[in-house]
């Protein structure tokens, strides 16, 4: 049976195109979560009035991909370090968060976080919030699949994201999608 992570770090395009690649992933929808506004816009979340985070909400298949390695590409493809902001990305909106389905994802994201944090994998202390899903509010038609439709004729793509993507691809070729 199919299992479902929700993760935000950052720019939702960014996380989208990555995990589009991860081989056993089944679906990635962008959207909100971790908000007060019922049915947030963009514009309500990009304004930093809603509450919410961009994030993604994985469909995986976990007797290919375990929860654990899942969030290995996450805390490699972003910088759990820095407090509400994704390089130039900066807001409440872009925050680092794993937003749990179950006891045991909880359990497994802030294990996998104090084996970071005890590795010293990162210089800066990990701010990453661990936190109940709650409501998932699909983003606006125009967001899904962003990377794959716009690529990089759309300077944001070109000097963040694709550079996001070579890193995993590199980082992570024995976990690609075959195409």
């Known amino acids: 049976m199919d299992q479902v992570a929700t993760l935000a ?18 679906s990635v929808e962008s959207g909100y979560m971790g908000g007060k506004t019922p049915n947030p816009s963009y514009e309500q979340v990009c304004g930093g009035s809603s509450g919410h985070a961009e994030v993604v909400r994985v469909t995986f298949d976990p007797d290919e991909l375990e929860y ?7 805390f490699a493809i972003h910088d759990p370090t820095t407090l509400n902001r994704q ?13 749990y389905h179950s006891d045991e994802q909880k359990r497994q994201a802030q294990e996998v976080i104090r084996n970071l ?13 661990v936190t109940a899903a709650s409501q998932f509010h699909r983003a606006e038609d125009y967001h899904q699949e962003y990377f794959q439709r716009v690529g990089g004729g759309n300077p944001y793509c ?6 996001k993507v ?11 999608k075959r195409k």
């Open 9 to 26: 770090g950052g720019c939702f395009w960014c996380l989208e195109a990555v995990f589009d690649e991860l081989k056993a992933v089944k």
């Open 68 to 74: 654990r390695d899942l969030l290995g590409v996450f």
């Open 87 to 99: 390089g130039n990305d900066v807001g409440t909106q872009y925050r680092s968060a794993v937003y």
């Open 117 to 129: 944090e005890s590795g010293r994998i990162f210089s800066a202390p990990i701010v990453t919030e």
């Open 158 to 163: 070109a000097y963040v994201i694709e550079p």
């Open 166 to 176: 070579a890193k995993f691809r590199k980082s992570f070729v024995e976990r690609l």
